[in-house]
């Protein structure tokens, strides 16, 4: 768009209405610069040279900040689930296998009471209804291993 012409379509499909729209709510630094370049385009002027030099390092940070992000909701998850199932050492659950192990990396398995996703010890098959049971639910250091076959 910077080097191009605006295209035809200027309507968001999903709200029926014109839309411009660069990054979730939260996240004000992208459409600081965004909405600068937009505004120079719509008026018919220059795109500010501190606009399109910063790019690259505004795509940087984001991706950082976004990365960052991901391990602190990953953490908070992890530190939920071990809390809750610390109490059910050696509890057997019906669980769902999501990912086979696949030589170092465990398998993982989806638990739906209490909703859970954990690595899982043994072969279990992909895609298949098995029984797991708990043999790790460490909220010092937010684990949580399934075991299967349960015995």
Known sequence: M??????????HSGIGAPYAHATAPLRRLG?????????????GTPVPRWATEGLT???DSMRRSDALAGKLE???LDLTESTILAERLGTEFDAVVV???NGSRAAEVFIAQPPVLAKCLGAPPE???V???LITADPTTRTVTF???QD
Do not use: K, N, S
Not at 2 to 11: H, R, S, T
Not at 31 to 43: F, G, K, P, S, T
């Open 99 to 101: 990912r086979e192990a």
């Open 131 to 133: 029984r797991v049971r």
């Open 31 to 43: 459409d600081r610069y965004v909405a600068e370049i937009c505004l120079a385009r719509c008026a």
């Open 57 to 59: 390092a505004v795509a």
């Open 147 to 149: 075991a299967f076959p």
């Open 127 to 129: 895609g298949r209804h």
């Open 2 to 11: 910077l080097a191009g012409d605006i295209p035809d379509v200027l309507q």
């Open 74 to 76: 990953r953490a908070c």
